[in-house]
Every structure is written in structure tokens, then in C-alpha cells.
């Protein structure tokens, strides 16, 4: 069983920063591909980044490109994602998402790759 915790959210005024983390209770997180993602009132859950299994490789949805930066320490089974120059339209419940893919230098944008998934930590931000 595979628990994801996250943590980090709050309330942040435009262009400030937030980092969330994510505390995964398994035995060897590097055995895992890890995404974020995140819920809008009133939208469907998109995705926003995602890092291999063993950090060589991110990707980004577009809008985060450049301003967010998905990072993890399998040491310390956590992941982790900065987010810089905050925008109201990055409002939204985070969520945390892990899978096992069978290529180790594959990652997912897919919400139908993951099959774990946090309970989501509030990011609000304030223009």
C-alpha cells in the first residue's frame, strides 16, 4: 500500500513562492515515476509536472514552464515542487501522484498512468 501525504500549501500573494512536498511511505521511492497535479473549482484535474525515477527527466505543462520545479530526494522518499512567480490561475488543490512505469527513464502526463495519489494540499494565491 502505497501512502502519499502532501504538504506545503497556504495562501501566497501573486509573484510569491511555495514549495510542496510530497511524503511517500514506501519502502524504495525510487521505484516510482512522480507527478503533480492539480484541481481547480469547477475543472478537471490537469496535469502539472512529473520527474522520473531517478530525476534525470521533468516535464511541464506549458503554463508552468520556467516558474515551477519539480525536484526528489529518494533518500528521503519525498517529493518535491518549488513554485515560483505565483499566479491566481495557479489556485487549485495539489495533488501528489505516483506509478510504476516499466521503463525507468519514462515519465507520465496521463492522469489514468498514475494509481496513487495523495489527498491534496490547498494552494491558494492571492492577485
Known amino acids: 500500500q502505497v501512502q502519499l501525504v502532501e504538504s506545503g500549501g497556504g495562501l501566497v500573494q501573486a509573484g510569491g513562492s511555495l514549495r510542496l512536498s510530497c511524503a511517500a511511505s514506501?519502502?524504495?521511492?525510487?521505484?516510482?515515476?512522480m507527478g503533480w497535479f492539480r484541481q481547480a473549482p469547477g475543472k478537471e484535474r490537469e496535469f502539472v509536472a512529473t520527474?522520473?525515477?531517478?530525476?534525470?527527466?521533468?516535464y511541464y505543462t506549458d503554463s508552468v514552464k520556467g516558474r515551477f520545479t519539480i525536484s526528489r530526494d529518494n533518500d528521503k522518499n519525498t517529493v518535491y515542487l518549488q513554485m515560483n512567480s505565483l499566479k491566481p490561475e495557479d489556485t487549485a488543490v495539489y495533488y501528489c501522484?505516483?506509478?510504476?512505469?516499466?521503463?525507468?527513464?519514462?515519465?507520465?502526463?496521463?492522469?489514468?498512468?498514475?494509481?496513487?495519489w495523495g489527498q491534496g494540499t490547498q494552494v491558494t494565491v492571492s492577485s
Open positions: 520527474i522520473t525515477r531517478s530525476g534525470s527527466r521533468t
Open positions: 514506501v519502502r524504495t521511492l525510487s521505484e516510482y515515476c
Open positions: 501522484a505516483a506509478t510504476i512505469l516499466s521503463n525507468r527513464h519514462s515519465y507520465s502526463s496521463s492522469r489514468d498512468a498514475y494509481h496513487y
